[in-house]
Each structure stands twice: as structure tokens, then as C-alpha cells.
């Protein structure tokens, strides 16, 4: 059981947009601006898409975006391709009993 | 370009001690602006961190795993190093390195990651 709770899978048509959620608590998500994100394709390793909730980091395009409402992180994907298609986790500092960093379950993104 | 990359050996026994070790190219682990760490991905499951040391030695570990794990770092080397005791099949996994940033003392995002390497517990 992961600390933090996406979907297990969204899908979307090429072209569309769709948002992964992923939810949290005040000790994490909720409290901290810390939220990141990271794309793993099969076989590959899980790279770096979003940090501190909403920054991109160089080289990843702007179709990818991230918010933040309350406890609950949202990474959007907009004009999706068939590339996206990929698995999708978010994580976060953590200051609860234990403190430092928890990921998600994962989603996986299926470009239909 | 900063490059990680990961080596072990891929087969245990039960019981025995895991030892990783990653190798940093294309930087100094003796950087205050970043934590070195390792985290996992058993087999069709999500990750989950492992442990993670600054370049001073100052170290963090996941408390599910804390009794039997160690990190340590070789600056000489430009290494850091991964010690997971008395594994069970449950710790059969792909294990990444990592380069963490953190903010002051608290640890932020992930980036690079290592190919992984996959370790197996068998007997």
C-alpha cells in the first residue's frame, strides 16, 4: 500500500488531454510544495517530468503540467501522443512520523 | 552529462547480504547540493525509496527497511554503495541510484536515475 494514491490507469485519445491525480495528506502533498513526477516507459528507468509541483525541467515539453489543491497533486498531459504512453509516478517529501520521501502506486497511461 | 550506473551481483540466497554499488560519471559526488540515494521496483510494482547519504555522510533511510540497511559513500571512488541484509524473496527487485536535490535539509526530486540493475533472491 503506497503512501500516496493515483489511479491504477487513465487513457486518452491522441490529441486529448487527461490529468493524473494523486492524493496525499497534510504530512506530504498537502504541506509541502515538493511534489514531483516521473514517466517510466517498459524496461526503461522512471525520468524526471515535473519538480516542485509545477516546474519542468529542461529538455521535457510543455504538454506536460502540474498543479497542486490541497492534498491532491495533478499532472496534465496535453495533445497526447502515442509516446506518452508510459507509466506514471508522483512523489513527495514527507514530514509525518517518518520524514522524507514517498512515492505513488503508478499509473499507467494508455494513448488508445 | 551526469551518468549513473549501477553494478552487484543479479543472484542471491536467502539470508545473504546484498551489495550494490554505483558509479558516478560525468560529476563529483562531493556536491552539498545533492543527496546520493537508491531506490526499487519489484517485479510489475511501483517504486519505493531505499535510503539516500549527502556527500558528507549524513544518511536517511525508509524505515520499513532501516534494521538491515546500509549506505555509505566513496568519495576517492566517486562511488556510493548500497548494503541490504538477510534478503528474503520479497526483496527481489530492480534497484536504481539515484541523484537527489535537496532543498537545504529537505530532499526533493529524483533526477538522474541509473539503467537499474535486477536482483533476484532465490534459493
Known amino acids: 500500500q503506497s503512501a500516496l494514491t493515483q489511479p491504477a490507469s487513465v487513457s486518452g485519445s491522441p490529441g486529448q488531454s487527461i490529468t493524473i491525480s494523486c492524493t496525499g495528506s497534510?504530512?506530504?502533498?498537502?504541506?509541502?510544495?515538493?511534489v514531483s513526477w516521473y514517466q517510466q516507459h517498459p524496461g526503461k528507468p522512471p525520468k524526471l517530468m515535473i519538480y516542485?509541483?509545477?516546474n519542468r525541467p529542461s529538455g521535457v515539453s510543455n504538454r506536460f503540467s502540474g498543479s497542486k489543491s490541497g492534498n491532491t497533486a495533478s499532472l496534465t498531459i496535453s495533445g497526447l501522443q502515442p509516446e506518452d504512453e508510459a507509466d506514471y509516478y508522483c512523489s513527495s517529501y514527507t514530514s509525518g512520523r517518518f520524514p522524507f520521501v514517498v512515492f505513488g502506486g503508478g499509473t499507467k497511461l494508455t494513448v488508445l | 552529462q551526469l551518468q549513473l550506473q549501477e553494478s552487484g551481483p543479479g543472484l542471491l540466497k536467502p539470508s545473504e547480504t546484498l551489495s550494490l554499488t554505483c558509479t558516478i560519471s560525468?560529476?563529483?559526488?562531493?556536491?552539498?547540493?545533492?543527496?546520493w540515494g537508491w531506490t526499487r521496483q519489484s517485479p510489475g510494482k511501483g517504486l519505493e525509496w531505499i535510503a539516500s547519504?549527502?556527500?558528507?555522510?549524513?544518511?536517511y533511510y525508509n524505515p520499513s527497511l532501516e534494521s538491515r540497511v546500509t549506505i555509505s559513500v566513496d568519495t576517492s571512488k566517486n562511488q556510493f554503495s548500497l548494503r541490504l541484509s538477510s534478503v528474503t524473496a520479497t526483496d527481489t527487485a530492480i534497484y536504481y541510484c539515484?541523484?537527489?536535490?535537496?532543498?537545504?535539509?529537505?530532499?526533493?526530486?529524483?533526477?538522474?536515475w541509473g539503467q537499474g540493475t535486477l536482483v533476484t533472491v532465490s534459493s
Open positions: 560525468g560529476g563529483s559526488i562531493s556536491s552539498s547540493s545533492y543527496n
Open positions: 547519504i549527502s556527500y558528507s555522510g549524513a544518511t
Open positions: 497534510s504530512s506530504d502533498v498537502g504541506g509541502h510544495n515538493y
Open positions: 539515484v541523484r537527489q536535490i535537496h532543498d537545504g535539509s529537505v530532499p526533493d526530486w529524483f533526477d538522474p
Open positions: 516542485d509541483v509545477s
